[in-house]
């Protein structure tokens, strides 16, 4: 069932405009909706005139709002993992994992993992109030990592365990033949091994965070009347063909920017298109929100999330 809406784009193509707007309809439709910012540049604030966290507020009846803190989901990611490795590693004492882990906060897939864990605390700590959450993501750079993650990680995880049940099978067999050997005292079977136990718990939560993106999202990209938003919109959507996530729609924003000629690019046109008018007179309140006729976007939003219900 389609229960999440997320919007993806070239910076500066105005995707916190369109989300919030596409927020406010369904809240104002009677629809209990959380819109939560992913970027590191929060401006969903200002957006709505409203003072967020990381923590959901009320904007309006129906309509709460929050922005992610990215880097204490990372601080938060390193020290699970941290604690995760003294737990299952007794020996792990005599590495110097402060060191380790204050490079790793800076390596590459921390912050994708960081927002994936984000997103995932939603889903399960916070999604089950609201009928709707409504994603408005970083530029396309990080969005892409971090919805490839799960389809990506699962292949990696995947591998470990079967490594990881080759080294439980030479256990057991070396216990057989020398029953006095060191390794007996070690963990032989999938049932009582903590790095096995973790890896499918970890397998476990790619799967539910690749059904979120793939079954129970709106997947949109944002683009404007110039070549950059529409050559990254191709990019974007080649990269979710890749990963098995749809894309639900194409929300040509800010039309009649330009009085040039001009049409989607055919290599789009397989999802369904919706276009916003620009608001020459910039937003002042939430209510110039609802200047952007977004009719046509929400009823087709409704419509996909009324099939899980039929």
């Not at 966290?53 to 309006?60: A, H, L, N, Q, Y």
């Not at 993992?81 to 590693?89: A, G």
């Not at 990080?142 to 079967?162: D, G, N, Q, Y």
């Not at 949109?220 to 050559?231: H, P």
Request: overall charge neutral; proline content about 4%.
């Amino acid at each position: 069932m389609v229960s999440n809406a997320f919007f993806l784009g070239k910076g500066g193509v105005g995707k916190t405009t369109v989300s919030a707007a596409f927020a406010l309809s369904l809240a104002r439709k009677g629809k209990k909706v959380l819109i939560a910012s992913l970027d590191p540049a929060h401006n969903l604030g200002d957006v709505l005139d409203a003072k967020l966290s990381d923590k959901p507020r009320r904007v309006e009846e129906g309509l709460d709002a929050l922005e992610v803190d990215l880097g204490s989901w990372v601080d938060r990611y390193l020290k699970e993992s941290k604690e995760e490795l003294k737990s299952t590693y007794s020996y792990n004492l005599a590495l110097n994992l402060d060191s380790f882990f204050d490079i790793m906060k800076y390596s590459p897939g921390t912050e994708e993992y960081a927002v994936l864990w984000a997103i995932e605390h939603i889903r399960c700590e916070l999604a089950a109030g609201y009928d709707i959450v409504v994603f408005d993501t970083p530029p396309t750079a990080l969005s892409l990592r971090f919805l490839a993650m799960p389809a990506i990680s699962t292949r990696w995880v995947a591998e470990l365990t079967k490594l990881r049940e080759r080294i439980l099978a030479r256990r057991q067999t070396i216990t057989r033949i020398n029953p006095s050997s060191p390794v007996a005292s070690s963990c032989t079977d999938k049932d009582s091994d903590a790095v096995y136990g973790k890896l499918g718990s970890i397998k476990g939560r790619l799967a539910g965070l690749q059904s979120l993106f793939s079954q129970e999202s709106y997947v949109a990209v944002v683009v404007n009347q110039d070549i950059l938003s529409i050559s990254e919109a191709r990019r974007i959507a080649d990269e979710l063909d890749r990963i098995d996530i749809p894309l639900r729609a194409i929300c040509v924003n800010k039309r009649g920017l330009s009085d040039a000629p001009w049409t989607l690019d055919p290599r789009l046109k397989s999802s369904k298109s919706f276009e916003f008018d620009f608001l020459r007179g910039g937003l002042s309140s939430r209510d110039d929100l609802t200047a952007l006729d977004n009719s046509g976007l929400v009823a087709d939003f409704m419509a996909e999330a009324s099939k899980g219900t039929a």
